[in-house]
């Protein structure tokens, strides 16, 4: 089903929730478990999304999923209806809109597909289109297929010999389904291909795009260290780690965290989509803890995978996804939201200089934090 982006704001999401749903026949349908390019016809980028949409099979459909700053799996969100989705915000994977959407980065190394599968259906990159009533005749693998009367709900991605690979609903992971093109069946586009396909990450790095114009990476990680690379514009990289440097003021913000690139140069994560410190990237293992800031107190969190909330609740928004022990300021703490985890149970969250909220279970110390002052 469509989903909208992490930008809107939840009443907004819940809203989308309203769309019809798919036919409830289509999800019994037998499905078969090859997923690839079934058919001549496609173009080398075409060919290229469909790697990379099968390349996500078995990873969880999650409402919202695949909306970040830069396209790939992320947690979603409750689309406050679906007693499936109520787990979405645990899932890291993709809604219909933000598989396609990583397909077609992957194929291009440009963000050609943000929004939702209404957004994608009308997208200035559509080369061609083809109506509901020419079915997949005139289809090739890597055209995207729509459903919706009068707003598009769902997208996915035909793969030929009547096969496509689609994100489908809450509980459901990533699949191959054979077509459908009954009920509300909308019609078809095929993406422009043109663009260059994204490198696979070096040397166990994970991909993300720089934004900016005339951006620097340096021999260590300080403005004051020599240049290794300029990057005119926006500009695919492999982030191996990060570590907390020198603080560096620009475009408004203020960031201590530095990434350290595949060739071992290093650029304030400033200039990388993204959160201040990025999802999923460990510490290169060489930095001290950041000195508390703005009234904040310097704790320690513990775990894998803990994640912070836009508010003091679990089914609230994931703001930032911390992959091992990590140092956070706390400005101030609040009873909230009952959280149960780890064998502890705990009302108490801390919100840190970012604005975000985590639990107090995944903070070092006691419960209730000492000299941490009431929000």
């Known amino acids: 089903m469509n989903l909208t982006t992490p930008a809107r704001t939840l009443a907004a999401v819940a809203a989308l929730a309203l769309a019809p749903l798919l036919p409830v026949t289509a999800h019994a349908a037998a499905q078969d478990t090859s997923c690839g390019v079934l058919a001549s016809g496609a173009s080398a980028t075409a060919q290229a999304a469909v790697e990379a949409a099968c ?31 109520l787990h979405d915000n645990e ?11 990583y397909a077609y980065y992957r194929a291009t190394g440009s963000d050609l597909l943000s929004g939702t599968a209404d957004d994608q259906f009308h997208s200035p990159q559509a080369a061609a289109r083809f109506s509901a009533g020419q079915g997949t ?33 809450s509980g459901t992971h990533i699949r191959v389904t054979p077509v459908r093109t009954g009920g509300d069946y909308a019609g078809a586009i095929r993406v422009n291909p043109s663009g260059t396909p994204v490198p696979p990450p070096a040397n166990g790095g994970s991909t993300f795009e720089t934004w900016g114009t005339g951006v620097h990476t340096h021999s260590t990680p300080s403005v004051h260290a020599s240049v290794v690379d300029t990057f005119a514009g926006p500009t695919q990289v492999s982030v191996q780690c990060q570590e907390h440097a020198e603080e560096v003021s620009a475009e408004g913000y203020t960031n201590d965290i530095w990434a350290r690139l595949a060739d071992g140069s290093w650029m304030t994560n400033i200039y990388i989509k993204g959160p201040a410190e990025l999802p999923g990237i460990p510490d290169c293992g060489g930095d001290n803890p950041p000195p508390p800031s703005g009234g904040s107190t310097a704790v320690q969190t513990w775990g894998t995978g803990v994640r912070t909330h836009s508010e003091p609740n679990v089914n609230a928004s994931v703001v930032d996804y911390f992959a091992q022990p990590t140092t956070v300021n706390v400005v101030c703490q609040a009873h909230a939201q009952t959280v149960t985890a780890e064998g502890y149970t705990n009302d108490a969250w801390s919100k840190l200089t970012n604005g975000a909220w985590l639990t107090n279970i995944y903070l070092k110390g006691p419960a209730w934090l000492p000299g941490v002052a009431t929000c």
Not at 59 to 82: E, L, R
Not at 148 to 157: C, P, Q, R
């Open 55 to 85: 390349s996500q099979i078995g990873v969880w459909y999650s409402w919202g999923g695949g909306h970040g700053a830069t396209p790939g799996a992320t947690y979603g969100y409750y689309d406050g209806s679906d007693p499936d989705s």
């Open 91 to 101: 899932r890291r994977g993709f809604d219909c809109s933000g598989l396609m959407r």
């Open 137 to 169: 005749a005139p289809l090739v693998p890597g055209d995207l297929m729509f459903w919706g009367s009068g707003y598009i709900h769902h997208v996915a991605m035909y793969l030929g010999a009547g096969q496509m690979v689609e994100a489908y609903e």
